[in-house]
């Protein structure tokens, strides 16, 4: 009987891949909740997609194991796993019609005619595609193909849907409008989507948990806003937006976001203030960014929202002064 | 303005010499397109009206080509009739039927493993196929000769191995002219096939694993519909000029081993009968029309796909 829904989805413990020399994935352990939308983000060779291949059970770890809701996975080969993945290319079957490809799964576990072509419009439907069944991959947009993909994946009713880069492939204009359907189906089905992506916003806004992941190695868990607002380390503090990173001394940090410093011309009464010069300025409708070098020689990056239509200007070359209360920041060991 | 004028005269220039190949394109399209018909008129569609008006006349061996021209077909109901010929003809299909399909189980894995190899090593792979082609067909099949004659090299190892006692040499049997032909054909079915598998994306068989394929029943339902082009290609290139094989059952194969190859050269040159030599060549060209019509469908349609 699978375990109760207190443990994890996913425990991963201990795992490492290596290929060759390169070390892809690095003594790795994390726990995916049940019914999580959680997202793996980190630059290109940071180890992301190939987490995703343990999990589906394309690789197997050199060390370590997964556990798949509470069974041990490690060594199981992909079509035995209650997993399912949508592909980057979303490696659509191109001799079999729309339909055929979303039913691929269902036949493969002998289930029968009826039922399969009943499940297969259910999900045709969910992804709005009711129409195109008939068709091929190759006669539908890219959209369309994401879509097809989708369904294909989602009409086994996976434990976990593993999706690898699902908005690469659009343009920017769909990624926007297919982000909240994604969020929507996977809030809808109540089911559990581990997502890849190189994409900061796209996981931030996406994602309930992320996971920021460097030369095979996760440098840290947490909501969007825990990652954003309190980084462990400076790679995380620069690697999710922007953030000024101010040496305390003694091998010590403190990051700090441009918005939570405030601009002005009189020396304010926040707890930490200097006095600086504007060097540039950015205006981009909003907000308008600042890059200001302060007496230190310092260089910060100040953001401030353009709430008041006739509001203050600031002009380049101005002396000004920055201000940020005590617990602005985030103060790094590393 | 200074640089205005040479400015100017520069983008007349371009603009006439545009005009100027513009109109010359039509005309030396026209030729391009014109070349591979002219040559299928010149190199066959002639010398397919020779053939056809031979074996419409009939045989006169004191002429010196030996034919008088006339419009019997008797030549052609003769194939239809005399056993000699249907028997060719169901023998020479058998064989090439039979070596087109072991050299497709044949291929097929090593098509597969090639394209499968490292990227790096598949060119060595591939070389490995083409090598024999190094070397003349002919001296190719007369190797066999030596290799399958009595006291050959495999008559001795099977002498050896304690077998060879009561097989006796198979130089002279259908079994030779079997082995040549898939021997001799066997890297035209490897080559499409490789075309075909490399081409083939991997994420697509992985895609049909996480959806809960087995290796074999993603091999059934992915690979082997996809390398389907492949497969037809390979087969064709194999059946079709297998069917008309002449230099290896005359070599290899003996007096009781009929192809329609054969029998035709026995016609001509033995036989000295141009006309009923030139029907069987015709009969032979109508038989393989269809496979070829189907391999070109075949072709179309994989152009077609995106």
């Not at chain 1, 039922?115 to 419009?121: D, F, I, K, S, Y």
């Not at chain 2, 030599?277 to 029309?289: D, G, K, M, R, T």
Request: proline content about 6%; glycine content about 8%.
């Amino acid at each position: 009987m699978p375990a109760d829904t207190a443990t994890p989805i996913v425990r991963v413990e201990g795992i490492t891949k290596r290929f060759g020399p390169v070390t892809a994935v690095d003594s790795v352990d994390l726990a995916i909740e049940r019914g999580e939308l959680f997202a793996l983000l980190g630059g290109s060779g940071c180890g992301k997609t190939t987490l995703l291949r343990l999990l589906a059970g394309f690789e197997t770890p050199d060390s370590g194991r997964v556990f798949i809701d509470g069974q041990d996975m490690t060594g199981v080969p992909p079509h035995r796993r209650p997993v399912n993945m949508m592909f980057q290319s979303y490696a659509l079957f191109p001799h079999m019609s729309v339909a055929d490809n979303v039913g691929y799964g269902l036949r493969r576990e002998g289930l029968a005619k009826r039922e399969t072509a009943q499940r297969v419009a259910e999900a045709l439907e969910l992804v709005r595609l009711s129409d195109l069944g008939a068709r091929r991959p190759g006669q539908l947009s890219g959209g369309q193909r994401q879509r097809v993909a989708l369904a294909r994946a989602l009409v086994k009713r996976p434990k976990l849907l593993l999706l690898d880069e699902p908005l690469a492939a659009l343009d920017r204009k769909l990624r926007e409008g297919t982000r909240f359907e994604l969020v929507r189906l996977q809030e809808e089905l109540g089911l559990t989507f581990v997502m890849v992506t190189h994409d900061q916003e796209e996981a931030m806004s996406m994602a309930g948990r992320l996971a920021v992941m460097d030369l095979g190695r996760i440098k840290q868990v947490g909501t969007p806003r825990e990652v954003y607002e309190r980084p462990c380390s400076r790679f995380v503090a620069d690697f999710i937006g922007i953030a000024n990173i101010l040496s305390l001394g003694d091998g010590r940090w403190l990051a700090l976001r441009p918005e939570k410093i405030a601009l002005a011309t009189e020396r304010p009464a926040t707890a930490h203030h200097v006095a600086g010069q504007i060097l540039d300025i950015a205006y981009e409708g909003d907000r308008s960014l600042y890059r200001v070098v302060t007496e230190e020689g310092a260089v910060l990056l100040v953001s401030s929202a353009n709430v008041d239509r006739l509001g203050q200007t600031f002009r380049r070359t101005q002396r000004v002064w920055l201000g940020w209360s005590a617990d602005s920041g985030q103060t790094l060991d590393e | 303005m200074a640089g205005g004028a040479p400015l100017q005269w520069r983008v007349f220039r371009c603009r006439k010499e545009d005009r100027a190949t513009a109109a010359a394109r039509p005309q030396l399209m026209r030729f391009v397109i014109a070349l591979p018909y002219l040559w299928l008129v010149v190199f066959f569609l002639l010398p397919f009206a020779l053939v056809l008006a031979i074996a419409l006349g009939t045989n006169a061996p004191d002429l010196a080509p030996p034919v008088e021209l006339g419009l019997s077909l008797k030549n052609f109901a003769l194939l239809f009739t005399d056993d000699l010929y249907v028997a060719a003809w169901l023998s020479s299909l058998r064989i090439a039927a039979t070596a087109t399909l072991v050299t497709l189980l044949l291929g097929y894995p090593m098509a597969y493993a090639i394209a499968r190899a490292r990227p790096q090593r598949r060119p060595l792979l591939l070389m490995l196929v083409i090598l024999p082609f190094w070397t003349s067909f002919l001296i190719r099949v007369y190797a066999w000769i030596g290799l399958l004659s009595r006291n050959g090299i495999i008559e001795q190892f099977l002498r050896w191995i304690g077998l060879g006692e009561h097989a006796g040499s198979i130089l002279g049997t259908e079994w030779a002219v079997q082995l040549g032909i898939i021997y001799a054909y066997l890297p035209f079915m490897v080559l499409p096939l490789y075309a075909a598998l490399e081409k083939l994306d991997t994420s697509l068989l992985e895609a049909a694993a996480d959806l809960g394929a087995r290796p074999l029943a993603a091999f059934r339902t992915i690979t082997l519909p996809l390398s389907a082009p492949g497969i037809v290609a390979g087969c064709l290139l194999v059946f079709i000029p297998a069917v008309g094989e002449f230099v290896i059952p005359d070599l290899l194969g003996g007096t009781d081993t009929l192809m329609i190859g054969k029998v035709l050269w026995d016609e001509f040159f033995t036989n000295a009968d141009w006309p009923l030599a030139s029907a069987v060549a015709i009969c032979l060209l109508v038989l393989l029309v269809g496979p070829i019509a189907l391999f070109q469908r075949q072709q179309a349609k994989s152009l077609e796909k995106p």
